[in-house]
């Protein structure tokens, strides 16, 4: 089991940054891959940037350049680090970590914080 734990979202107007926290209940190490999801209003969950155990960071392309993920394993913290934001990246932000043993692959969620891009 993990127990994720978002924070740092907002309302900032365009052209702002925000740093999102994630932090995990147990070691990231132990975890497979941890992400960033959002969801906007009447549109489906979409991936917006992830990182594997082994340091490969993917990204939406409507997000690059401009996000960063970023671990810490100290303190068992993903971060999102969003910068030049567009009222597009309006959404509630998903925290998410993936886990692999013998009996399969488990997707955990965090509760979700909320960010919004307006003047």
């Known amino acids: 089991q993990v127990q994720l734990v978002e924070s740092g979202g907002g309302l900032v107007q365009p052209g702002g940054s925000l740093r999102l926290s994630c932090a995990a209940s147990?070691?990231?190490?132990?975890?497979?891959?941890m992400g960033w999801y959002r969801q906007a209003p009447g549109k489906q969950r979409e991936l917006v940037a992830a990182i594997t155990s082994g340091s490969r960071r993917n990204y939406a392309d409507s997000v690059k350049g401009r996000f960063t993920i970023s671990v810490d394993n100290a303190k068992n913290t993903v971060y999102l680090q969003m910068n030049s934001l567009k009222p597009e990246d309006t959404a509630v932000y998903y925290c998410?970590?993936?886990?692999?043993?013998?009996?399969?692959?488990?997707?955990?969620w965090g509760q979700g914080t909320q960010v919004t891009v307006s003047s």
């Open positions: 147990r070691s990231i190490f132990s975890i497979y891959a």
């Open positions: 998410n970590a993936v886990t692999l043993s013998t009996s399969g692959e488990y997707d955990y």
